[in-house]
């Protein structure tokens, strides 16, 4: 994962056989216009200026529910940029990233495809008269 500015990218390594070489591919990417964006006025130390102006930033990626909050410059631009960072480096956005990244590469296709292999093959027994016997709700 890569954060450059107001922009997340997720690349997908791929080996060729022969060269050995390292490719990447652009599975999908996450820009400050996917996040919904806020601003507050500053709190603390920082004079007339951070009190009076909306210079801190909230940034929120709806799909994740990753959060990211910034009021450390008096700047509101820097506070942005740092909102984001936050953002992206939250244990909601790798997670989710994670799961996205699955998805897209259809790697998750496969998982699911073996998870529902594996519960055909699961038999569901229940006692009856001290014998186990196949449920036949199920």
């Not at 909306?54 to 820097?78: D, L, N």
């Not at 529902?116 to 016997?133: A, C, F, T």
């Amino acid at each position: 994962i890569t954060s450059n500015r107001h922009m997340l990218r997720l690349y997908r390594k791929k080996l060729q056989r022969l060269s050995m070489s390292k490719n990447k591919e652009l599975l999908f990417s996450v820009t400050a216009a996917d996040c919904e964006w806020s601003y507050t006025k500053g709190t603390g130390a920082g004079g007339q200026k951070r009190n009076k102006t909306s210079s801190a930033v909230h940034c929120k990626h709806q799909p994740s529910g990753a959060y990211g909050y910034s009021e450390s410059s008096r700047s509101q631009h820097e506070n942005k940029i740092e909102a984001f960072r936050k953002m992206a480096e939250s244990k909601e956005m790798k997670d989710w990233l994670h799961r996205r990244a699955m998805q897209v590469s259809g790697e998750m296709d496969v998982i699911e495809a073996e998870v529902e292999r594996s519960l055909k093959q699961v038999i569901v027994e229940v006692k009856q008269d001290g014998k186990w016997v196949p449920a036949t709700d199920f």
